[in-house]
């Protein structure tokens, strides 16, 4: 941070950082909230129609597990637009974005979990296979690698060059060009 409360890197203020990460953070919710509307939406169907009644108690249990954790996950990912509205205008948006951030994190873990949820009992009933568990696994560790494994390499690969980055005395070259 310099000496007029800008940090390195952008140039902005703390309340300008807030604001453009609460713009990048809505803008991120709003992709995973279609999908859970989605899922979620199919869920709530489920219930009604004939062969719910002919599922195993097994199955309506994982049904229902189901449902509440796509509602969870709902609940999650509206959080952060209801924490705006309810803190807006009060100065608190850098904590409010850090706890938005955290509340969407709920929400992914939430997601995986409905996901992985929906996911068995989809693959329960239309194939009665002994293989579903191992198919469900192979799923989740696929989830796993692209929402975890991937942004945290990424991250890492990021910090590591920043390090060397700063390391490297002025003048010295071979510093990157441009920014993500």
Known sequence: MTADGRRRGRNETEEERADRMWVELIQEVRVAQTGVQILFGFLLTVAFQPKYATLSHANQFIYIVTVVLGACTTG???????????????????????????MTLVGLVLLLATMTSALLLILRVATHGTYVPALVAAVVVWYLLW?????????????????????????AGGGRTGGS
Request: aromatic share 4%.
């Open 76 to 102: 999650a990912l509206v959080g952060p637009v209801s924490l705006h509205r309810l803190v807006s205008g009060r100065r608190v948006k850098p904590q409010a974005v850090r706890l938005a951030s955290r």
């Open 147 to 171: 929402w975890l494994g991937l942004p945290l390499w990424a991250r890492r690969l990021h910090e590591s060059r920043s390090e060397d980055e700063e390391a490297r005395p002025p003048g």
